[in-house]
């Protein structure tokens, strides 16, 4: 069946760096776009990034362009989130997601059929 494992989560003081992980399952990566969403305490969750089937097509929100970037590992089946200039707004509950129409780009959570656990990112001094 098809799962997605996120890690990496945990705390960072502002200007730190974290990288995340999005393990896949029951599927390869070159079948679906892979986004990353997050969720922080009393607001919507809202997508950061995602990457298309090919690993060609990359979309950012504009919240996070210039300091996130999103990559891939295909011999490990795994996505990854590298966040670095971490900011106290970027705390929240991370998500990967997977999106069956491999070649959108967009960061519509309706178009995510299947979801991780999530891991939780707090940046505090």
């Known amino acids: 069946q098809l799962q997605l494992v996120e890690s990496g989560g945990g705390l960072v003081q502002p200007g730190g760096s974290l990288r995340l992980s999005c393990a896949a399952s029951?599927?390869?990566?070159?079948?679906?776009?892979i986004g990353w969403f997050r969720q922080a305490p009393g607001k919507e969750r809202e997508g950061v990034s995602c990457?298309?089937?090919?690993?060609?097509?990359?979309n950012y929100a504009d919240s996070v362009k210039g300091r996130f970037t999103i990559s891939r590992d295909n011999a490990k089946n795994t996505v990854y989130l590298q966040m670095d200039s971490l900011k106290p707004e970027d705390t929240a509950v991370y998500y990967c997601?997977?999106?069956?129409?491999?070649?959108?780009?967009?960061?519509?959570?309706?178009?995510?059929?299947?979801w991780g656990q999530g891991t939780q990112v707090t940046v505090s001094s």
């Open positions: 997601a997977a999106n069956p129409s491999s070649w959108r780009i967009d960061l519509d959570m309706a178009h995510y059929a299947y």
């Open positions: 029951g599927f390869t990566l070159n079948a679906y776009t």
């Open positions: 990457l298309s089937g090919s690993g060609v097509g990359k």
